[in-house]
């Protein structure tokens, strides 16, 4: 038995037509297919590590059972579909936090982390962190640093920065872009993930 | 949606920092769930996003537990590093803050108090500058009355002098010693007033009479002086009831030796009245030289008893 992948709108509904038929291989692939995907909008409003991975899962659970009982009306797009009820769960519990906390706003909820990382993912953060510490030692000149700071940490505007720093757009493109493939490369050497 | 528009408008960076609006960011959502591409750029910036704000947090915690880790990357991009620095900045702004208010409460105040005093200054001049107009006016006017009279006078004396006697009518009852009552080619009467020795403003019996027309007009007097000219100036005072009602200190005697005055008749009113005539010496003392009492009647035509 193998995995099937789909390729286009067609393919798609295909794919939803043969969870509706009860085949396994297709519902595992829409799991494959989406779960990074899902991980990702779930993770930019909920980060409590045991909570994203219920509400991906249960995303998941939800899209299969639709598909099962036939209740999609258009398979084509079964891709925002399958968005939309990540989104929603997300949301909805993030609001459930917020009437309990009553602090933190639609989309920012729960930014509190989970209090109790297990050794693994202690140690991936660690390596994480002296990856970037490298990436950014590497930045010999100063306004490259400033650049990643402005931009990424205290989140300014693109535009501003470079009018501040007398920057072409594409120059300051490439300082972002070149920062970003050294980080990977570290990333892929220290996880071995692809 | 395409890769073009994606990287145009850095779709990724700003989806993951929540600037997207939420059409637009369902939008994306429904592409990169289902774009290798861009979910691996999805994973790398977010990675790199959570892991530099990581290390920018760990380094702050650090430097404010004074832990030594060495330069922290971000110190140099940061307005306040520390706490302790980070009040003292906000206590300073804070003092700005008070104080610039206050200052500019104080600069409105004194501002306003400026403004006050420049328009009731503008006020004072405005007034000021109305009044010495109109005295300026006033003084006109009189000079120029003054000017026509004196005119008149010298025209007169001057035909007096050739022989041209103007026509005189003499009062009921006066003497022969001639007019005293002149009027001359033009509308001024001229009056002449006669000495009386000892008298008061009643004249003891013996005084001038001046009959003025009802209406306002102009008159002359005239005071010819005994004997030769004595004085460069006289002085001359009219009384009423014992009280000055005009004075002239620097009247001249004409080559006839008269002194001559001009008056608007509405100085008088009928009755009796004082003029006294005195002169000038040379250190600005006063030596009486005449009195000359007249009355003063109305609508009895020109006439002068003696």
Not at chain 2, 158 to 164: M, N, P, S, T, W
Not at chain 2, 241 to 246: E, Y
Request: proline fraction near 5%; include cysteine; charge should be negative.
């Amino acid at each position: 038995m193998s995995v099937v992948r789909v390729t286009n709108e067609t393919d798609l509904a295909e794919l939803v037509r043969r969870v509706a038929a009860g085949d396994s291989h297709a519902e595992e692939e829409v799991v494959r297919r989406y779960r990074q995907g899902i991980s990702i909008i779930v993770n930019r409003i909920v980060q409590t590590h045991s909570v994203h991975e219920d509400i991906c899962q249960e995303t998941f659970r939800i899209a299969l059972e639709k598909m099962r009982r036939e209740e999609i009306r258009e398979p084509e797009r079964i891709s925002g579909f399958i968005c939309g009820i990540a989104r929603n769960l997300a949301v909805d519990y993030a609001r459930k936090q917020r009437k309990q906390t009553n602090q933190e706003e639609i989309g920012k909820a729960e930014q509190i982390p989970d209090p109790t990382p297990d050794p693994f993912e202690q140690l991936l953060q660690k390596e994480r962190t002296r990856a970037i510490r490298q990436v950014i030692s590497e930045l010999k000149v100063k306004r490259d640093r400033e650049v990643i700071y402005r931009y990424f940490i205290a989140e300014e505007d693109k535009d501003q920065i470079c009018a501040d720093l007398g920057l072409p757009r594409d120059q300051f493109n490439r300082v972002i872009f070149r920062a970003l493939k050294r980080y990977k490369e570290l990333y892929i050497k220290m996880t071995g993930d692809s | 949606m395409d890769h073009d528009y994606i990287e145009q408008f850095d779709l990724v960076d700003q989806y993951l920092m929540g600037r997207l609006a939420s059409e637009e960011s369902a939008r994306f959502e429904e592409h990169f769930v289902d774009c290798p591409q861009c979910l691996d750029r999805l994973k790398t910036t977010g990675n790199f996003i959570h892991d530099l704000k990581l290390l920018t947090a760990q380094e702050a915690i650090q430097s404010d537990e004074g832990v030594p880790k060495g330069p922290s990357w971000s110190s140099s991009f940061q307005p306040f590093r520390s706490k302790p620095l980070a009040l003292a900045a906000s206590f300073l702004l804070l003092v700005t803050i008070a104080g610039a208010l206050l200052m500019t409460s104080q600069i409105r105040r004194l501002r306003s108090e400026v403004n006050e005093a420049k328009s009731a200054s503008a006020e004072w001049e405005r007034r000021y500058e109305e009044e010495r107009s109109s005295a300026s006016l006033s003084d006109q006017k009189r000079e120029e009355a003054e000017r026509s009279f004196a005119e008149q006078l010298r025209t007169l004396e001057a035909r007096l002098a050739k022989g041209d006697e103007p026509k005189t009518q003499p009062a009921p009852g006066a003497g022969a010693e001639g007019p005293t009552s002149v009027e001359s080619g033009t509308d001024l009467p001229i009056h002449s007033l006669h000495a009386v020795r000892g008298g008061g403003e009643s004249g003891g019996g013996m005084t001038n009479e001046i009959a003025l027309p009802g209406s306002p007009s102009g008159f002359g007097i005239t005071i010819p002086l005994e004997g030769d000219v004595k004085y460069k100036n006289y002085r001359v005072t009219i009384f009423s009831n014992n009280r000055v009602i005009w004075k002239k200190n620097d009247s001249k005697p004409n080559r006839y030796n008269s002194l001559s005055m001009v008056f608007n008749s509405a100085l008088f009113r009928p009755g009796n009245f004082l003029l006294t005539v005195e002169g000038v010496t040379e250190d600005g003392g006063s030596v009486p030289v005449g009195n000359y009492p007249f009355r003063i009647t109305r609508d009895t035509g020109n006439k002068l008893s003696p």
